[in-house]
């Protein structure tokens, strides 16, 4: 049996308060990209009690991606978006979420992320990074925007850091590791990079002062 909605905000407020609750709940972010980065974030995100998420992927779950990302065996085949989707509301069944089957682009940023306090980059590929960054920063000022950078292989997870970089603009990872330098993306270090995008935006949410 599903619980109510007020049932599930109660558990949420005797956690962490009516103030951030409320807060929270009344938030919209915009993740671009569910691979390993923003599968991860997504699903923290709707455990915080964000209110709102706005999604976007063109791809589909293949079998590479099951040591990193949040998607089931089941759900090979399926296109990120409805799968995470599906995968979201199993644990906040009273979410708001826009979904996007689209490759992200300079041609539609704007359309996705218009509504969104907080846009979380998580693409794979340095210049798809850097054409979002570049673009939100340039056209989009009044948002806030959390990247992440260097997050391969098996290096220690006290080198993964979150930079705040301008005003509203913050920078996670090692800054360094590439996939391409031999071994690839592990579950629990890119994990942990997406832990940081996400308390991140969870501090920005809540006004927490970010040093």
């Known amino acids: 049996m599903i619980p109510s909605k007020e049932e599930m ?15 929270l709940e009344s938030s919209t972010v915009a993740i671009l990209g569910l691979g390993g980065l923003g599968s991860n974030v997504s699903i923290a ?7 709102h998420l706005v999604i ?5 779950v293949d079998m590479t991606n099951l040591n990193r990302q949040q998607y089931k065996v089941s ?7 409805e799968a995470i989707k599906a995968n979201l509301l199993e644990i ?13 682009n300079e041609d539609n940023i704007f359309e996705i992320c218009k509504d969104a306090d907080v846009i979380c980059e998580a693409f794979d590929k340095a210049e798809n990074k850097a054409m979002l960054v570049n673009y939100v920063l340039e056209n ?8 992440a950078s260097g997050m391969a292989g098996f290096g220690s997870m006290n080198e993964i850091k979150t930079r705040k970089i301008t005003d509203r603009f913050f920078l996670c990872g090692d800054g360094k590791s590439d996939v391409n330098d031999g071994i690839g993306l592990v579950s629990a270090r890119v994990m942990g990079c997406a832990a940081h995008e996400a308390h991140t935006i969870l501090r920005i949410l809540t006004g927490e002062t970010h040093e």
């Open 140 to 147: 989009m000022p009044d948002k806030y925007i959390v990247s």
């Open 92 to 104: 906040s069944p009273y979410l708001k979420i826009d979904a996007y089957d689209v490759k992200v």
């Open 45 to 51: 995100l709707a455990r915080a009690g964000v209110g």
């Open 9 to 23: 905000r109660a558990a949420l407020t005797c956690r962490v308060g009516e103030d951030i609750t409320a807060k």
């Open 75 to 81: 759900q090979l085949g399926t296109k990120k978006t």
């Open 56 to 60: 976007a992927d063109f791809d589909s």
